[in-house]
């Protein structure tokens, strides 16, 4: 039975200051960001400039900073938030929605589209193929701090994994099924799914590397980000069955999680975009 190692996740420490390993891994995917930009503005896929890369990745970020956190505080955690309000700003403890910080960029793009005159599509487009590793980091960032652990698994599953983080959840689950108590019992916990690894693979380095080749190449307008949307949502819809479901504004339930809830639009979305943007060019 594999444990969760317990990474510190603090990564640095000097003195009073301390740089934990989820900021870093933000850190991370603001590199790649401008990275990949940088490779895209020279195969010329893009109105972009580089200096332009620069403000487009301020905008970027406080979209994801803002709406992820706000996602996080209204969505999945508003009655814990609310209660303990200056929490809403520790960050570095983690508990970003993705939903919420995807909204946060949208706003975002929208604003940078209309400062310098471009359509918003076009803008989207450009930094579709760009999202889904800074996606990958975030989820490491999850997996060393502990967090967002899977559902429980069957023990002969090989990478099943304890999580100490989950002992009460644990407990509380065991105590609706002898089953789960003698599991409990044996191991000390309950294996669990590391969903976070799950997570890891298919929104971030499958979706990468499907949006990455279907932009390589000439698209109507908009397909890009339609492809994107649609392959999130699936991607995330799949690993709601792995991850334990978070409660959110809607109540815990056993047929659809609140990601679940959140990531069918992305889908419907998504499709009907990618139909309607390849019938206008046709047309």
């Known amino acids: 039975m594999l444990i969760h190692p317990q990474f510190n996740p603090v990564a640095i420490q000097l003195g009073p200051l301390a740089i934990h390993w989820y900021g870093l891994m933000y850190l991370l995917g603001f590199i790649s960001f401008l990275l990949l930009g940088r490779y895209r503005i020279k195969q010329g896929h893009s109105f972009i400039t580089t200096p332009m890369l620069d403000d487009l ?18 969505f999945y955690k508003p009655g814990y938030y609310f209660s303990q309000p200056l929490e809403i700003l520790m960050i570095w403890k983690g508990g970003m929605s993705f939903h919420g910080g995807f909204l946060g960029v949208l706003v975002a793009m929208g604003l940078f589209a209309r400062k310098h005159g471009r359509s918003f599509w076009e803008v989207t487009d450009f930094i579709a193929p760009l999202v889904p590793l800074g996606l990958a980091a975030g989820r490491i960032g999850n997996y060393i701090n502990g967090e967002l ?53 298919l929104e971030g380095i499958a979706l990468f590397i499907i949006v990455w080749l279907f932009s390589s190449r000439q698209r109507p307008r908009g397909q890009v980000s339609a492809v994107f949307l649609m392959g999130y949502g699936l991607a995330r819809f799949c690993c ?5 479901p978070d409660a959110g504004i809607f109540g815990q339930s056993d047929i659809i999680s609140m990601g679940q809830w959140l990531s069918l639009p992305m889908i419907l979305i998504g499709a009907t975009l990618f139909r309607w943007f390849g019938k206008r060019q046709s047309t």
Do not use: N
């Not at 709601?240 to 334990?244: I, L, N, S, T, V």
């Open 240 to 244: 709601e069955f792995f991850r334990m």
């Open 149 to 201: 652990w899977g559902r429980v698994a069957d023990p002969k599953l090989p990478w099943a994994m304890l999580f100490p983080q989950a002992q009460m959840e644990d407990l509380q689950q065991a105590q609706s099924s002898s089953d789960l108590m003698i599991t409990l019992l044996q191991y000390g916990g309950l294996p669990r799914h590391p969903s976070q690894l799950y997570e890891f693979a």
């Open 57 to 74: 990745l301020m905008y970027g970020a406080l979209g994801v900073v803002l709406g992820g956190r706000l996602g996080e505080v209204l």
